[in-house]
């Protein structure tokens, strides 16, 4: 068995008949699990220090950073921060042995509706040039390329800056109920 095998076993959780899926608020003790998926599925993953620096700041409301469990597990998680009139995307991610189940999608739909509810006019985030599989998902969500950060991953990989406008618009509300009806409110 590798490491990265002994690594993400404890990410396993068999998908149960039944078993409930809830969306809630990132706690510090949501940490652990949270770094387990991060280091599993970034080549830089952040520390459990910056997890804990983000969470502090979620009370003070320029924040907002939320897991989805499945059997009291923690399968993802995502995360906003807030400036202005826009809200970006800080972080998306889904324990590997449970992604294409949807997950992400929920996530950033809920991420979404809490910057519809805030007030935000647009959301926007950074995405690796080589994960089209994210790039998919986000222009499903209406996310369009709006520019590249040359070598901003590990200075080696570029970004595409991704926007999505107009999330105060009716139609963005029906396309989140449409992909994930659950975060709509």
Known sequence: MSVLDRLVSGLRVPRQAGAVTVVEPMR????????????????RPWSADLYRSEVSKIPGGDRHYLVLRRAGAVLAYGG??????????????????????????RVLAELAWHAVCRGSRGLTLEVRASNTAAQALYRRFGFESAGVRVRYYENTEDALVMWCHDIQSPEFAARLAEFCPEAVR
């Open 28 to 43: 510090r003790r949501d940490i652990p699990a949270v770094v387990r998926i991060e280091d599993a599925v970034y080549p």
């Open 80 to 105: 906003l921060m807030h400036a202005a009139d826009e809200a970006h995307v800080t972080t998306l991610a889904v324990s590997p042995h449970h992604q294409r189940q949807g997950l992400a999608s």
